[in-house]
Structures are given as C-alpha cells and as structure tokens.
C-alpha cells in the first residue's frame, strides 16, 4: 500500500476510529443485561449527544471552519476531536443498546434467591459484612456498591439463597462468603 493513502494523523495521534475502550468488553456469547433504570440512563445519555451536543460541536467546528487557516485554530482542531468522541461513544451506545437484554430485578421481590438486581449482603469468615447490587457491566457504579454480573463476586453469589455458603477465589485464595440477606426492588404500580 502506498504511503499516500494512510492516515498520518491516526498513527501520530493513536486517534483510531474504533469505539475505544470505554467500558469493558461483553464476554463472548453472553447476553448485555441491565436494569430498566440502567437502559433508561444509557439511552438518554445516547439521546442527549445526538439531539444537543453533537449539533451543538459541529456548529463550533462549522464556524471555526470558515475562519481561515485550520491547522492554527483551536476551535476547529479542538471541535474535530470532540466530534469523534462523540461518534465513538454514538456507536458504542447504539450498539450496546441494540443487544440489551431488559431484565427486571423487581420481578423477584420477595425472593430469598440471588438474581440479576439482587442486593446482596454478606460476611466473610472474619465477620466483615459487605453490601453489593448486581447489575448489568454497562450500568455499574463501583463507588455505590454495585458490581457486574459478570464479576466473580458475582457469579459466586448467582442462585444461592440468604444463609448458604459460597466460595469465591480471590488473589489471597479460596474464600468462604456467607449470604445474610437478600433483597429486590418493589414493583412499581
């Protein structure tokens, strides 16, 4: 291939016109599940840039544009790069969303048994309680308690039920976790 019909600026920049990696990858032949709250929060998001940021960037980058010389203008420059965040994360979104599965944690109200959107309280040997809500990888807030479906926290706790016992390894070894409570959001009306 000739020289000629590469792309400098990629390869200076490492802007590659991927989707980048904003939040991990879904393991291969699993299904993309989130909560109704989650899928409502990530396509409003998607909404958001489409209908208000992004027109908004490409009336910067138009006007920054007719200013003259490019390669000295910051709006324009500065616009340009936004613009492809914006994309990248259009095209993430939009694929993410396409493949969501929508499963609804309240349908297990009352259940003692460890589900998707379970909230989950549990000790370890040491007698240390710790609270987690299972949720969908696209959803997650780590710093409100909240962890993957796919974790190995987790995954050693699916369909166990308040009082039994489970193993989780972990970096120090095999750890015994006991399930103290289990609960789900109320159903709405």
């Known amino acids: 291939m000739s020289k000629a019909f590469t792309r400098e600026n990629d390869a200076a920049t490492g802007d590659e016109d991927d989707d980048g990696p904003a939040l991990p990858p879904l393991p291969a032949g699993t299904k993309n599940y989130l909560t109704p709250q989650g899928y409502a929060r990530l396509r409003a998001e998607l909404l958001q840039l489409i209908d208000e940021e992004r027109p908004k960037v490409v009336e910067i980058v138009s006007w920054a544009a007719s200013n003259g010389d490019r390669s000295e203008n910051g709006d324009y420059l500065y616009g340009k790069k936004r613009l492809r965040e914006i994309d990248r994360r259009i095209r993430f979104l939009t694929k993410r969303l396409d493949i969501a599965e929508v499963a609804d944690p309240s349908l297990h109200h009352g259940s003692d048994q460890v589900f998707f959107g379970a909230t989950v309280t549990y000790a370890?040997?040491?007698?240390?309680?710790?609270?987690?809500?299972?949720?969908?990888?696209?959803?997650?807030?780590?710093?409100?308690?909240?962890?993957?479906?796919?974790?190995?926290?987790?995954?050693?706790?699916?369909?166990?039920?308040?009082?039994?016992?489970?193993?989780?390894?972990?970096?120090?070894?095999?750890?015994?976790?006991?399930?103290?409570e289990v609960s789900y959001p109320a159903p709405t009306a």
């Open 124 to 180: 370890n040997a040491r007698g240390e309680e710790r609270t987690i809500t299972i949720k969908g990888i696209d959803e997650v807030e780590h710093l409100a308690g909240e962890v993957s479906w796919i974790s190995p926290i987790a995954r050693a706790l699916l369909k166990a039920r308040e009082g039994d016992e489970v193993q989780l390894m972990t970096p120090g070894g095999l750890e015994t976790l006991e399930i103290l």
